[in-house]
Nanobody, 125 residues
Framework: VQLQASGGGLVQPGDSLRLSCAAS????????MAWFRQAPGKEREFVAA????????RYADSVKGRFTISRDNAKLTVYLQMNSLKPDDTAIYYC???????????????????WGQGTLVTVSS
């Protein structure tokens, strides 16, 4: 499985941005998907995840109510809609995927086997 993230950029506080992650492979619809991020000098952290079916999502508390994860299995793509962006959201955003895992493991970094190259989001005035 290969993942290609895109959509990052420089935005001002309060702006919106949508990230995309295109996957290769016919097994995409059987894989759980997630977004993680890594800010300078910090560890990579969980942002959002979506079940293979799209029926279940999970969010980090810091983005709940502002970010929305979704997927289009026909297009082999997962999205992260980010609204009301804050300077603390500045980071490299990575998409990741793995075959179906337990719901309790959806938010855990070690659960994910495949990673994209990352896309930089900078929120600054």
């Amino acid at each position: 499985v290969q993942l290609q993230a895109s959509g990052g950029g420089l935005v001002q506080p309060g702006d919106s941005l949508r990230l995309s992650c295109a996957a290769s492979g016919r097994t995409f619809r059987d894989y759980d998907m997630a977004w993680f991020r890594q800010a300078p000098g910090k560890e990579r952290e969980f942002v959002a995840a979506i079940r293979y079916s799209g029926g279940t999502t999970r969010y980090a508390d810091s983005v709940k109510g502002r970010f929305t994860i979704s997927r289009d299995n026909a297009k082999l793509t997962v999205y992260l809609q980010m609204n009301s962006l804050k300077p603390d959201d500045t980071a490299i955003y990575y998409c990741a995927t793995t075959p179906r895992v337990a719901l309790s493991a959806l938010t855990l970094l070690p659960s994910y086997d495949y990673w994209g190259q990352g896309t930089l989001v900078t929120v600054s005035s």
